[in-house]
Every structure is written in C-alpha cells, then in structure tokens.
C-alpha cells in the first residue's frame, strides 16, 4: 500500500517527464508528429512506472474525472492537482534553464505555451479554441475512464498502451490549432516562462486552457456515467 505523500511525488514525477519531455520536442525544434509522440510515449512510460503508485493521472482533468465518477475522493483530485501543477512548472524552469545555456534567446522561446488568436499558427479564435480542448479533452478522458475500468483484462493490463495512442491522436489534431493542451498541469508552467515571447498574452490564455479541459473532463465523466458505464 503506498502513502499519500508517495502517490503526490508520483504525480509530480509523471507529470514532470510529460510537460519536460512533450513540450521540450516542441521547444527544440520538433514537428507535429514528433512532439505527438513524445507526448503519448510520455504517458504510456509514466503508466507502467509510476501507474501502480499513483494511476498516473498526470493531469487535474483526469483526476476530477475520477472524482466525478467516484474512484477518489475530490480532496485527493485537489492534491493531486497541485502535484502535477507543480511537477510541469518544475520542469518548464528546467527548460528555461536549458534555453539560457544555449545560442536560443528566452525572449523569443514560447516554451510550448498554448496559444489561440494572433499566436497560433491556424488563427484559431478564443470560442473555437474552446470547442477545440473541450472535445479533444472529452474524448481523451472518456478513454481513460473506459479502459481502465474494463471488465476484458487485456484492455486493463494494456490501458497505458490505449492511452498513450489517444494522447498521440489528440495531439495531432490540436497542435495546429492551439498547440493542444488537454491538461491544466501542461498549459500553466510553460504559460508562465513563456510570457516574454508572447508579450504576456499567454497569462491570459492559460485561463482557456484550464476552464476547457476542464469541462472536457466533466464532459467525459457525464458521457461515461450515463452511456458507457457497465451498469451490472
């Protein structure tokens, strides 16, 4: 049985190799499937690691989505929130320290901080930048819940596997868009170190980037409670 003080350092760990190592591909130089990958393979090492410890939620819209469907309590999603908060924070320090080791100008790094408007690539406006993390994070979520609880023990054994593809297929679609956020805990540190390349707008942004995945996840939660759910 792991302590709660264990399962939080999990939390910080996982979520630290996820913002260090999906929003580092796109830091230093990494194309759409390149950093669709890191993201996805992050969370399948991070599911048969630190999975048994914690769950491996990695992300407060998980967390909550777990609450709403009773597999922890709201206290323990808060807790686990602020872990993996903090665990992406650490590790976008980690890149500002990188960035100010090498030829790369802090000023000019985004720090992979998601955008919408002017600062994205597809000049995605705020409304459909929501659409866009509220139904990647629906979809995102609602396998979470699904695979995990499957009755089939190969679904459940290998549901990291079917979580790191999902993780991959959702990247694909929103990095055009908004560089694809999904998670709270992703979106804030790089919103903060990013603040210079954007002139400050991403502070801004980051509130999208937390309200929307997280009703995505309660999205998610509703979906599977009322459809999806085995009832027996």
């Known amino acids: 049985m792991y302590s709660k003080t264990q399962k939080l350092i999990a939390e910080f ?20 499937l390149a950093i669709a990958v890191a993201f996805g393979l992050s969370i399948i090492v991070a599911a048969y690691t630190i999975g048994k410890i914690s769950g491996a ?31 992406g924070a650490f590790a976008s320090l980690c890149h500002l320290v990188i960035v100010a080791c090498t030829s790369m100008k802090i ?24 659409i866009v993390e509220l139904i990647l994070t629906a979809v995102f979520v609602t396998v979470i819940l699904c695979v995990t609880a499957s009755k ?15 993780l991959t297929f ?23 170190f990013g603040a210079a390349a954007t002139s400050g707008w991403s502070l801004l942004y980051m509130l999208l980037f937390i309200v929307a995945p997280m009703c995505g996840a309660f999205v998610a939660a509703l979906l599977y409670a009322m459809v999806l759910k085995d009832k027996d």
Request: aromatic share 14%; charged share 5%; proline share 4%.
């Open 13 to 32: 760990l996982g979520t630290f190799g996820l913002v260090f190592f999906g929003c580092g591909t796109a830091i230093f130089g990494g194309n759409t």
């Open 57 to 87: 939620h990695l992300n407060p819209a998980v967390s909550f989505a777990m609450a709403f469907d009773g597999r922890m309590s709201f206290g323990d999603a808060i807790m686990y929130s602020v872990a993996q908060i903090a665990g």
């Open 107 to 130: 000023k000019n790094c985004s720090f992979g901080a998601n955008t919408f408007g002017d600062y994205s690539g597809s000049g995605i406006n705020f409304f459909g930048a929501f």
């Open 152 to 166: 089939n023990e190969g679904t459940r054994n290998n549901a990291g596997i079917f979580i790191g593809v999902a």
């Open 170 to 192: 959702v990247h694909l679609v929103g990095i055009p868009l908004t560089g694809t956020s999904v998670n709270p805990a992703r979106s804030i540190g790089p919103a903060i």
